[in-house]
C-alpha cells in the first residue's frame, strides 16, 4: 500500500497558477503509476493527468491539455500537477492516486489514494 499526502491547493483567480504536490510512503515510489483526479461539486471524479512508472509517458483529460502539466520525481517520492491558466470549471478536489500498471488513465486501475486537497477559482 502507499500512502499519499496532496498538498498546495487553495483559493485563486481565474487565469492564475497553482501547484500541486503529492508525497508518497510505504511502497517503491518507482513501481507505480500515478494520477491526479478531480471531484467537482455534483460530479463524479474524474482524470485529470496520469504520467507512467517512470514520468516519460503522460495522460492528459481534453480540458486541461496545454495548461496542466504532471511530473513526477522518483527520488522524492512526488509527483507534481502545474496548474496554469485557472478556469472557474477547474474548481474541484483534486486527489492523487497510485496505480501498479505502468500506465493507465482508467480510475479503477488506481488502488491507493490520497485525502485531497481543495481547488478553487474566482471567476
Known amino acids: 500500500q502507499v500512502q499519499l499526502v496532496e498538498s498546495g491547493g487553495g483559493l485563486v483567480q481565474a487565469g492564475g497558477s497553482l501547484r500541486l504536490s503529492c508525497a508518497a510512503s510505504?511502497?517503491?515510489?518507482?513501481?507505480?503509476?500515478m494520477g491526479w483526479f478531480r471531484r467537482a461539486p455534483g460530479k463524479e471524479r474524474d482524470v485529470v493527468a496520469v504520467?507512467?512508472?517512470?514520468?516519460?509517458?503522460?495522460y492528459y483529460a481534453d480540458s486541461v491539455k496545454g495548461r496542466f502539466t504532471i511530473s513526477r520525481d522518483n527520488a522524492k517520492n512526488t509527483v507534481y500537477l502545474q496548474m496554469n491558466s485557472l478556469k472557474p470549471e477547474d474548481t474541484a478536489v483534486y486527489y492523487c492516486?497510485?496505480?501498479?500498471?505502468?500506465?493507465?488513465?482508467?480510475?479503477?486501475?488506481?488502488?491507493?489514494w490520497g485525502q485531497g486537497t481543495q481547488v478553487t477559482v474566482s471567476s
Open positions: 510505504g511502497r517503491t515510489f518507482g513501481n507505480y503509476a
Open positions: 504520467t507512467s512508472r517512470g514520468g516519460m509517458f503522460t
Open positions: 492516486a497510485a496505480s501498479p500498471s505502468f500506465q493507465t488513465s482508467r480510475i479503477e486501475e488506481y488502488k491507493d
